[in-house]
Each structure stands twice: as structure tokens, then as C-alpha cells.
């Protein structure tokens, strides 16, 4: 009877309260389990997340885009060397995006219509952008307009890719008002704290915003009906937008690039199955373009660095060492090696979501090409920009110092190489000038976001390849694919959307056949 008499109480009180009596006797409800959180809360998680997706995104493009072959001492590549991709394949592109992307519509949905937290609205509506953009890029229609509105759409059709980016364009447009709304606004919550991007420099939100836009409009350049194709005066990424969330040597917590690449916080090596291919080395080695500097700074044992063409399986295959081909450092030994040069550097460095090199190669083709900008300089030097700051890139420590004078080296290396790639100037057609750009943007983009040197490939042909050669070519010598390069055109729509959104799932896509909207 007396617990009765409490439970009555009780009820008593959580009426007075507002709440039900029948709430507090579910035994089904588990009342310490949030059901939500302030959107401020997810914003650095989300970040961070992204960068643990596009680990993921430059394994793929490194693979599939030239940048790295199969190593010795390993089997087991199937498809990845073939080409004949299935379902099972970069099946965990998908979920990486689409799960991240459900941070970012979470922070949109609580914080529309809010104006203090206005900042917070249009910083996850840019990364919504960016992150939908690597899935058309990858796959080409994909679920949009019905996606991320939970039970309302289980089954979410898929949207035209060319329409996507046109709707994308607007909502960055609409993000840079928000900004610039919110910078006049009093009393508005505070983003410093939370952003582990820029630290709640809006004006480089702006400048991210700016140059994702142009990355949609010269991919969608003749294909897309962009609504408005113009940019704001603020210009474009003029430095590395890193993510880092206070990355360390520990577990779940160093710089996912180092982690898959170099060593786990235990010591032990990353992944060693594989290594660079002999085809990107030609661009540092002199075999195309000598490159000492970058090639040092990034390669171990460069120029004696170990190189294979993928597919190639036969004994003599150099084996990865601890830490991979990929840390040039001598000390590899995981528990104190870091701190050095090139693409993994340490498990401390900030993760490059969008480098400064490839910011100004593409305003480069804007230029080109006619796209109007707010671009300040000559085509050229907008050129030799993304070269600079390319090195200033790869000779970065974790620490964000420099470990050698890029700039000097930059120009040595334009200066040395007579070569219509390097000196822009003896590129005289709009062909040749497109193709320096693109190839220096691959050359730039290697191992550090490769799946945008693999778009960059397929959209324009560059940088140009020909036969079977291990050094003309970056197709695999057991390519199956019909293509007249060898190459695979896309990966394919992966097993969980044919077992739970068949009806929707694009038919008749191959990996040979199928082309992305903008792919040549």
C-alpha cells in the first residue's frame, strides 16, 4: 500500500509538472538516454567525422586514380585490380557520407529559424554541400530531395545529378547570407568554441563556400542551369582548410590519414598492401618533370622510393615498410615516429578537407574557361600559385611550421622544368593550358584528397596517359575494362541500397559504361 501511495505522489507531481503518469510508469523508456542534443554539441563531431570519411574517399581515389598499386607480399586485390567492380565494392563511401550528412541535417533542422545560432545553420549547410558533392561525384544520382528526412522517406527516391549541383550552388548562396546576416546580428551564440575547421573565422566559412561553388560550376560548366554564377567579393581559400580536433597519439583519436597509412597508436604499421605506382613517381623522378623537393618530402627513400603498375603480381614487387612508402621520416618506430613532412606527417596534423593548391588551380580554369570571378592576378599566376602552395603544403609540420623554404623550392621547380606543365606559359592553346592546370592539380592532390584527382581525371582527360606502360599509364595490367584508357568509368551503387531501396536504385549501371554527369 505505501508503494502505492508513492507512486500516486509521484504522479501527482509530475502532473503539476506538465508530464504524464503514464510516461513515468514506461518501463520501455530509458529516461537517462538523451533524445536530443544542443546542435552546438555536434557541429565538432561532425567535422570530425568528415575527416574520417574522406580517409576513406582518398583511399578509394588513391586506388582507383592512379596514385597507388598493389604491394608485395599481399593477394587478395579482386576487383580492386580488374575493375569488375560489384555492390560489395567502396561500399562504405556511401554510408560514411550519408551518416555524416545526418550530423549536418540535424544542426540545420534545430537550429532553422534561430538566429542565434545562425552561424551554426549555415556552417552545416555548407558542409552539407560538400559532402553531397563527394556522392554525386562518386556515384552520380543519388538520393537528395527525399533523403535525410528519416521515417518520412525509408525508401528515398533518387534525385538527377545535374540537378543536385544546381540546387547545391543555392543552398552555399544561401549560407553566405546567413553568415552575413549573422555577423551583424547581437547576442548570437558563439562558434569558436565548436568549430574545429576555422575557429569560427567566418570570413574563411565564406572563402570554403566561394570555392565549393566553383568546383560545381566548372564540373557543371555547359552541363548544369546554375541559378546564379556569380561569387562574393570576399574571394576564395588562400590557406589549407585542416581539420583537427585536438588530434594525438592515442586510440580513436590521431589523424585518421596516419592511423590507416602510417602507424596505429599502439605502434604497430598501418596498411603496407600498398604502395605508390610506378606512373605517379614519373612526375617526380625526371622521368616526366623533376620534383626533389616534393618528391623528397613526401616519399621515403625518394628517388629509390618502391613503385609497381597495378594488377602486376609477380615476384619483385617491392614490400611497404613500417609506416609506408608514404612517411618519409627514417625513424619508423610508431610510437615516436611523427612529426615530419608530406602527407601523413604525424598523428597530430589537421586533416586536409580542401587544400589551398586546389583552390587556386581552379580558379585558374575558371579563368580559362571565362567563368567570371572575383579572382585577383594573371591565369599564370593563379597557376603558380596552386604549384606554391603545393610545397608549402607538403613541407608543413604537424605543428603547422615549415621544414623548408617552399617558395624558393616552387620556383626552382618551375624554373627547372621546360616543360608546358610546369611553365604555363609554353602552353598555348586552352587545351594545353587546361591540361598543365589539371595536371598540376593531380600531382598536387596526390595521397592528400586522391579521389579529386580521380574526378579531375575523368572529367577531363588529364594527365594524359596512353598504352599498357607502367609509366605512360595508371590502368591496371588485369584492367577487364573495355574502355579505350583501361580505366573504370565508376564504382557501382553498393549492397545496402539494392537490398533496401531496390525500386529506386538506377538500372543498368556498369563500371565501364556508365558515366558521372560531367565525366568525359
Excluded at 6 to 19: E, K
Excluded at 72 to 101: H, K, Q, R
Excluded at 337 to 353: E, N
Amino acid at each position: 500500500m505505501k508503494n502505492r501511495v508513492s507512486i500516486i505522489l509521484t504522479c501527482v507531481v509530475i502532473a503539476v509538472l506538465g508530464s504524464s503518469c503514464n510516461d513515468y510508469l514506461d518501463i520501455n523508456t530509458n529516461p537517462n538516454k538523451a533524445t536530443a542534443v544542443q546542435a552546438q554539441l555536434v557541429l565538432p563531431q561532425a567535422l570530425a567525422a568528415t575527416a574520417n570519411s574522406l580517409d576513406v574517399y582518398n583511399t578509394y581515389g588513391s586506388q582507383i586514380g592512379g596514385y597507388a598499386a598493389n604491394a608485395g607480399g599481399y593477394g587478395g586485390f579482386n576487383e580492386t585490380v580488374s575493375y569488375a567492380y560489384t555492390p560489395n565494392n567502396y561500399a562504405g563511401n556511401w554510408p560514411l557520407a550519408y551518416d555524416n550528412l545526418e550530423d549536418y541535417q540535424y544542426i540545420i533542422n534545430q537550429t532553422a529559424d534561430d538566429e542565434l545560432n545562425i552561424h551554426f545553420h549555415a556552417v552545416a549547410k555548407i558542409m552539407r554541400v560538400y559532402n553531397f558533392q563527394l556522392l554525386v561525384d562518386a556515384y552520380n544520382d543519388v538520393p537528395f530531395t527525399e533523403a535525410l528526412q528519416g521515417v518520412a522517406f525509408l525508401t528515398p527516391a533518387y534525385d538527377n545529378a545535374a540537378s543536385i549541383y544546381a540546387s547545391l550552388a543555392t543552398e552555399l548562396d544561401d549560407a553566405m547570407t546567413e553568415i552575413v546576416t549573422g555577423n551583424g546580428l547581437v547576442g548570437k551564440n558563439d562558434i569558436d568554441n565548436y568549430d574545429i575547421l576555422f575557429g569560427g573565422d567566418m570570413d574563411s566559412w565564406m572563402k570554403l563556400a566561394n570555392t565549393i561553388k566553383l568546383r560545381l560550376l566548372i564540373r557543371g560548366n555547359g552541363k548544369v542551369t546554375f541559378a546564379n554564377t556569380s561569387f562574393n567579393s570576399i574571394g576564395f581559400l588562400t590557406n589549407d582548410a585542416l581539420i583537427n580536433p585536438s588530434y594525438t597519439r592515442d586510440n580513436s583519436r590521431q589523424n585518421p590519414a596516419w592511423d590507416t597509412w602510417g602507424f596505429a597508436y599502439t605502434g604497430s604499421a598501418g596498411n603496407k598492401a600498398w604502395i605508390p605506382t610506378t606512373f605517379i613517381l614519373t612526375f617526380y623522378d625526371g622521368t616526366k618533370l623533376n620534383d626533389p623537393g616534393r618528391g623528397s618530402a613526401m616519399y621515403f627513400d625518394f628517388p629509390n622510393t618502391g613503385t609497381n603498375q597495378l594488377g602486376y603480381e609477380s615476384t619483385g614487387i617491392p614490400k611497404s615498410p613500417d609506416g609506408s612508402f608514404w612517411y618519409p621520416g627514417s625513424e619508423r618506430d610508431g610510437k615516436v615516429a611523427g612529426d615530419t613532412t608530406g602527407v601523413l606527417k604525424g598523428p597530430d596534423a589537421g586533416y586536409p578537407m580542401f587544400t589551398a593548391a586546389e583552390s587556386y588551380f581552379l580558379q585558374a580554369e575558371a579563368s580559362v574557361v571565362g567563368l567570371a570571378t572575383p579572382a585577383t592576378g594573371t591565369t599564370q599566376e593563379l597557376f603558380e600559385a596552386g604549384i606554391e602552395a603545393s610545397f608549402k603544403y607538403l613541407y608543413q609540420l604537424p605543428d603547422g611550421s615549415q621544414a623548408g623554404d617552399y617558395e624558393e623550392d616552387a620556383a626552382d621547380y618551375i624554373a627547372s622544368n621546360n616543360n608546358k606543365l610546369v611553365q604555363f606559359n609554353l602552353a598555348l592553346s586552352q587545351a594545353e593550358q587546361i591540361e598543365a592546370i589539371i595536371t598540376q592539380k593531380y600531382i598536387a592532390l596526390n595521397m592528400v584528397n586522391s579521389h579529386e584527382g580521380w574526378n579531375e581525371y575523368r572529367r577531363t582527360g588529364y594527365p594524359s596517359v596512353f598504352g599498357r606502360g607502367a609509366k605512360t599509364t595508371f590502368a591496371s595490367i588485369a584492367s577487364q575494362s573495355s574502355r579505350p584508357d583501361f580505366l573504370p568509368s565508376r564504382i557501382l551503387y553498393p549492397t545496402s541500397e539494392i537490398q533496401y531501396n531496390s525500386a529506386n536504385v538506377p538500372e543498368g549501371v556498369g563500371s565501364f559504361s556508365s558515366l558521372i554527369f560531367w565525366a568525359k
